[in-house]
């Protein structure tokens, strides 16, 4: 199985819209592909583990790639595992005036399972973003 890590910074004039329909689509075809992760946005940039069969993360990742709604994007790390670290897939987005606190604690949970790698990626993007 492979597990994919890569930021993007989001490209677009609602980034509301393009979040939930990125959300929706992956939904659908992450299901349909056995794949799942952890989608971390705060409507600037994209942080994303995906992990599943690896032609079909390779897929996906290609689609990424192909979203004008995704620019500069960068592959953090793509490594061989043995089981999922995320479980089923979900997205974690902070709204504007949403607790701060909170959030750092959800995605803490998110990512309790993932490597120590992985999971201090994702808790230092957020605290990076956090205090932004």
């Known amino acids: ?3 994919l890590v890569y930021i993007s910074s989001a490209r677009g004039t609602d980034p509301a819209a393009a979040l939930r329909d990125i959300l929706l689509a992956s939904q659908r075809n992450n299901a349909r592909d056995g794949i799942t992760g952890l989608l971390y946005s705060d409507g ?3 942080l994303q583990a995906i992990e599943g069969p690896a032609d079909c ?7 990424i790639k192909a979203d004008p ?7 953090l790390s793509r490594r061989e595992i043995e089981a999922r670290e ?15 606190n909170s959030f750092v604690r959800r995605v803490q949970l998110l990512t ?6 992985v999971r201090a990626t994702f808790e230092s993007f957020v605290e990076l973003r956090r205090v932004a």
């Open 69 to 75: 709604r995704h620019w500069a994007i960068v592959v």
């Open 44 to 46: 600037l940039r994209f």
């Open 86 to 100: 995320f479980g089923d897939w979900e997205m974690a987005h902070r709204s504007t005036g949403a607790d701060a």
């Open 1 to 3: 199985m492979l597990q």
């Open 112 to 117: 309790q399972h993932a490597s120590p790698n």
């Open 57 to 63: 993360v390779e897929a996906a990742f290609e689609r």
